[in-house]
């Protein structure tokens, strides 16, 4: 087989065939006494095998998978693989908990009681004020200030968020981590419009749990 081949079945340039060699996704090409690559049905397997794990584990980590597997090093393509249906589970995992808190905040019209200070919410928590603090220095909520006393002053908006980020919290997620999903519940427009995000989300994770198994089934008839 030429490269031209193995390019032409997955709409490929040679070019990229040639690449994918040099990077130790495919096997090492046989050459020719006038140094053209000759290909074997192993190095379109190779080929095949890697563009199916792309979808489940990106890329670099396909890339890595297969230079693994052709240098001989299973091992390490298996660890590889079972980092990235870890990292499903965690994406799981965080979905549920977000899924979980947003039913579990107060209904908005209980939330909009005018504004709040640091003291009384957390209190209505079960938290010490510094926690607030840590929580605004990690830019999860940004409460105003009263121009007259400096106080911190906690609207509605803020108040949800304080909430959310102690349901997560809660949960055992991280500050990052709630920062991100606090950053998208504002990009949303509140809870209520982050149910559609909330839906993709699942989508997407379900697509990438049937690309895995697709994968390991592609690199299981690999290394066969």
Do not use: C
Request: hydrophobic share 40%; aromatic share 4%.
């Amino acid at each position: 087989m030429r490269p031209v081949d193995l390019a032409r079945e997955h709409g490929l340039s040679t070019q990229a065939v040639r690449n994918y060699e040099e990077a130790g996704i495919l096997p090492p090409a046989e050459r020719t006494p006038h140094g053209y690559r000759v290909y074997a049905p192993r190095h379109a397997a190779a080929l095949r095998t890697f563009l199916t794990l792309i979808p489940a584990h990106g890329h670099a980590t396909a890339g890595a998978i297969m230079r693994a597997v052709n240098g001989g090093a299973v091992e390490e393509a298996l660890r590889l693989v079972d980092e990235s249906h870890t990292q499903l589970a965690g994406d799981r995992s965080t979905l549920e908990a977000v899924t979980r808190a947003l039913g579990d905040l107060a209904p908005p019209r209980e939330l909009e009681r005018g504004v709040t200070f640091i003291g009384p919410l957390a209190r209505r928590l079960g938290i010490r004020p510094a926690t607030l603090r840590k929580w605004e220095q990690a830019k999860l909520i940004e409460p105003q200030r009263d121009p007259q006393t400096g106080y911190r002053v906690y609207t509605p908006a803020d108040v949800r968020d304080v909430l959310l980020a102690h349901q997560l919290r809660r949960g055992g997620h991280g500050l990052e981590q709630i920062a991100r999903v606090l950053d998208q519940v504002r990009a949303a427009g509140g809870p209520e419009p982050l149910q559609a995000t909330l839906r993709e989300w699942r989508d997407r994770l379900t697509a990438r749990g049937r690309a895995l198994l697709a994968g390991a089934a592609a690199l299981d008839t690999y290394l066969e």
